[in-house]
């Protein structure tokens, strides 16, 4: 069984830092495409940030220059750097994966239970 499991969210100040992870647990094979998006209250789910396994990245632009994705292959894990943080950044933010269990199985994709930011003075 697949277990993305995020951590590192909480309460920041405006024009403050923030740094997420989700690790990734469980039988994998194989980890492709780590994805970050987010959800405000009443908003639809949006995506963040994409970084595929060889570290190509993609930003939303409203996070462009401000925030960063990163992935440590060994260790299953992908980190959201949040930099100058604004109240428009206050979300849930779920971490999503697209990877193989076993090398005979199709690619699946899996979601984290998310994590809340929250951004207020």
């Known amino acids: 069984q697949v277990q993305l499991v995020e951590s590192g969210g909480g309460l920041v100040q405006p024009g403050g830092s923030l740094r997420l992870s989700c690790a990734a647990s469980?039988?994998?094979?194989?980890?492709?495409?780590m994805h970050w998006y987010r959800q405000a209250l009443t908003k639809q789910r949006e995506l963040v940030t994409t970084?595929?396994?060889?570290?190509?990245?993609n930003y939303a632009d409203p996070v462009k220059g401000r925030f960063t994705i990163s992935r440590d292959n060994a260790k299953n894990t992908v980190y959201l750097q949040m930099n100058s943080v604004n109240s428009e950044d206050t979300a849930v933010y779920y971490c999503?994966?697209?990877?193989?269990?076993?090398?005979?199985?199709?690619?699946?994709?899996?979601w984290g239970q998310g994590t809340q930011v929250t951004v207020s003075s």
């Open positions: 999503n994966a697209d990877l193989q269990i076993y090398a005979w199985l199709s690619r699946g994709n899996y």
């Open positions: 469980g039988s994998i094979f194989r980890i492709y495409d």
């Open positions: 970084i595929s396994s060889a570290g190509s990245t």
